[in-house]
């Protein structure tokens, strides 16, 4: 294979389920390095094996990269839509005599013509790996090897089924440099003859995988440690085609807390689950580069442009990764806080349509300063992008409830009621509508009913946003303007009587 002068890498994921965390830093980590050296990403979608593949799942995955911000460069390549490149291939190796015909029955022994197993697929990351076949059935050679021409002939003649399988030389070792790892040899009588091209035509993921990355120049392939153990394989298949192996990086498993394989067990692992929870595509990009990649420093917060900037593959680990989900939500709530608003507006509008409470008029204009400047005033405050629909939705929709706890501590008083009568003709009739004035009337009020300021401060909170816990009062009454300040003080007045009557039986 022609090394290109720019590097080429691909992300190949299998649409046998949703884009998995694992999956999802394999494809980050391929993306950064193809920015950082100028090089292309590539899509190959693996959907060979029928018998596991779901169609619909393929949108899904494709979506996740997009709300990731990976954006490829070629594809998607679909491999059911390559099936005669596979048999070309294998129909080489036999001329070449570095495969044979075997006619074994399908279950015979490990690496038989049946179907692969799920951790001989490009899923990195996924924790649903099969237990591994025993060392004495994988060594098993196949007496197929052995056939003469004549026995063979007979076979076919007879109507018996055949696969293809790799003839692996039972001395020796196969040896690769990986750019992670280091120098990796495995002696090859610890390889089995692995099936090449299965009785139904259909190719093995070994076969598959290796004649797409030379077709498609694939210069570095760069994927879960856990593929290391298939590395071998696969660059006999590349010495058996006459190509030469692309460089190999194989990066860290990502475990669960309690240090093993990440899996469903330790929660979310789909990404279109922290999608749904709110989670910001920079902030989960930001922490999933952390995930067994080092900057060189101890920087943390390193926008997109700055992982473009430094990422290289020098600085990889080969120390398996903890997902520690409150260390994601940590760089969830700095990039809420720290992102120009700008960028944050185009996400927080994202999360209103999802929950029907974007207006079109805060697209643009004065709508839109309005906007920006309420979701400045929340965002110190929230955690997720639900946070704004959330205990925020207040501030967008006139349609809320007032918290149960909230009424009870802080519209105790008897008074109120005619209290925050009086506060909103005093709103009503002020002649300019700002922080300073706000204050003034509340305190002057106060101040005239011989009330504590923190009385109306808090009941007034509750009535307006109905909660107890809101951005400071007078800010949040700028932001909500005069008209909804006032409507929703009057608004409440039925229900402080309700808690006076409620308070007195």
């Known amino acids: ?168 030389p039972r001395s020796g070792a196969t040896t690769f440099e990986d750019a992670v790892f280091g120098h990796n040899e495995i002696q090859n009588a610890e390889i089995e003859d692995f099936v090449l091209l299965r009785s139904n035509g259909l190719p093995t993921y070994q076969l598959s995988v290796v004649v797409d990355d030379i077709d498609m120049r694939i210069s570095h392939v760069i994927r879960g440690a856990d593929h290391l153990s298939n590395t071998p394989k696969q660059v006999l298949i590349y010495l058996g085609l006459g190509a030469a192996p692309p460089i190999f990086a194989h990066v860290p498993l990502i475990l669960g807390a309690d240090r093993t394989r990440l899996s469903k067990r330790h929660g979310a692992t789909s990404v279109g689950s922290y999608v749904e929870e709110g989670f910001l595509p920079e902030a989960f990009r930001n922490f999933l580069a952390l995930l067994g990649w080092s900057s060189g420093d101890d920087t943390e917060y390193l926008p997109t442009a700055e992982l473009v900037r430094r990422f290289s593959l020098d600085g990889v680990s080969r120390t398996n990764a903890v997902f520690d989900r409150p260390k994601l939500e940590w760089f969830n709530t700095q990039y809420l806080q720290q992102m120009p608003i700008s960028e944050l507006l185009p996400h927080v509008e994202g999360q209103l349509r999802l929950d029907r409470l974007w207006r079109d008029e805060w697209a643009s204009g004065d709508g839109h300063g309005w906007l920006g400047r309420t979701v400045d005033l929340l965002r110190p405050r929230t955690r997720f992008l639900k946070d704004f629909s959330g205990w925020g939705r207040a501030f967008f929709s006139d349609e809320f409830e007032y918290e149960e706890e909230a009424r009870g501590k802080f519209w105790k008083e008897p008074r109120l009621g005619d209290l925050l009568g009086k506060l909103a003709d005093a709103l009503a009739g002020l002649p300019g509508w700002n922080h300073d004035a706000c204050d003034s009337a509340l305190r002057g009020l106060a101040a005239a009913e011989n009330v504590k300021a923190g009385l109306l401060i808090n009941a007034t909170r509750v009535a307006i946003v109905g909660r107890a816990v809101a951005p400071p009062l007078f800010d949040t009454m700028v932001a909500l303007g005069r008209e909804r300040v006032v409507t929703r003080l009057r608004r409440a007045l039925p229900f402080l009587a309700g808690e006076r009557t409620t308070s007195a039986n």
């Open 1 to 168: 294979m022609t090394t290109p002068s720019k590097p080429r890498v691909r992300f190949a994921p299998s649409p046998t389920g949703y884009l998995h965390v694992g999956g999802a830093r394999t494809a980050l980590f391929n993306w950064l390095f193809a920015r950082h050296e100028g090089g292309t990403l590539l899509v190959r979608v693996e959907d060979t094996d029928v018998e596991r593949n779901r169609p619909e799942l393929v949108d899904g995955i494709l979506d996740s990269l997009k709300w990731l911000g990976i954006e490829w460069d070629e594809g998607p390549y679909f491999q059911s839509q390559r099936s005669e490149l596979y048999q070309e291939a294998a129909a080489r190796l036999l001329a070449n005599g570095a495969a044979y015909e075997c006619f074994c029955k399908a279950a015979t022994y490990a690496g038989a013509d049946a179907a692969p197993p799920a951790d001989e697929r490009e899923d990195d990351g996924d924790a649903e790996t099969p237990v591994a076949e025993s060392k004495a059935m994988r060594r098993a050679p196949c007496e197929c090897r052995n056939l003469t021409l004549e026995q063979r002939a007979a076979k076919k003649a007879a109507g018996e089924a055949l696969a293809i399988r790799c003839l692996v």
